[in-house]
């Protein structure tokens, strides 16, 4: 079965520190798509990257970059210099290609506060 | 991308009462789907809304609790009936861009319906 664990419930940092968000996943397919999402109070989920399974090329946009290693089934992802603004809920995903359905597998999702 | 909207964004509503969300597309989408979010918790898939057919409904929600509607290929209803405080809970809808290479591709979301029941 599919599956997705972010281990990290909370995380809690100050302002220009970097912070790293774990996500492993679980599938027996070959195939398949990896992303994240980011969830502020106001509650609309904010998609942040796509990536397939054949691409492990680390992908780095702005403050945030994603380290993607199918060796550990890990899916990682690092804001650099965080920021008060980058407080939110950050969920990973998998979908599963194979049985066409568009369908996606959450995690529970990662509480990161950023202080001032 | 997809710009997504729902409507209401929050409501009220009373024990055994219905309400029915709105969600409008701006541009035709090959899949639609409504997710539940209960407090402090993830998404959970409730089903799939097919256009012009029922539902794909995942285990433990039914077309009675939740019945769903999709008449085009930008719009979808979803509707809580005969509600009950443990269905107070975020409801998203989210859709998938027509014309891009299959259901792999990303997936957007609305803003969500914030429901408290009483």
């Known amino acids: 079965a599919q599956k997705v664990t972010q281990a990290q419930t909370e995380i809690s940092v100050v302002e220009k520190e970097d912070v790293t968000l774990d996500c492993v996943y679980e599938?027996?397919?070959?195939?398949?798509?990896l992303f994240w999402y980011k969830q502020p109070p106001s509650g609309e989920l904010v998609f942040l990257i796509r990536?397939?399974?054949?691409?492990?090329q680390n992908e780095i946009s702005g403050r945030y970059s994603w380290n993607f290693q199918k060796s550990t089934s890990s899916f990682n992802f690092t804001i650099t210099a965080s920021q008060v603004v980058d407080s939110a809920v950050y969920f990973c995903?998998?979908?599963?290609?194979?049985?066409?359905?568009?369908?996606?597998?959450f995690g529970q999702g990662t509480t990161l506060q950023v202080k001032p | 991308s997809a710009v997504i909207s729902q409507k209401p964004s929050r409501d009220i509503c009373q024990r055994g009462t219905s309400l029915t969300i709105q969600c409008q597309v701006d541009?035709?989408?090959?899949?639609m789907f409504w997710y539940r979010q209960q407090p402090g918790q993830s998404l959970t898939l409730i089903a799939t809304?097919?256009?012009?057919?029922?539902?794909?409904?995942e285990s433990g929600f039914v077309i009675d609790k939740f019945p769903i509607s999709r008449p085009n290929l930008t719009f979808s209803t979803l509707t809580v009936s005969n509600m009950s405080p443990e269905d107070s809970s975020i409801y998203l809808c989210?859709?998938?861009?027509?014309?891009?290479?299959?259901?792999?591709?990303?997936?957007?979301f609305g803003p969500g319906t914030r429901l408290t029941v009483l």
């Open positions: 599938t027996r397919d070959t195939t398949y798509y």
């Open positions: 995903a998998l979908s599963d290609p194979p049985s066409n359905t568009g369908k996606l597998i």
């Open positions: 989210s859709a998938i861009p027509q014309g891009l290479a299959g259901t792999t591709d990303t997936q957007y």
């Open positions: 990536r397939n399974s054949f691409d492990e």
């Open positions: 541009s035709q989408v090959t899949m």
């Open positions: 809304a097919n256009q012009g057919s029922e539902a794909t409904y």
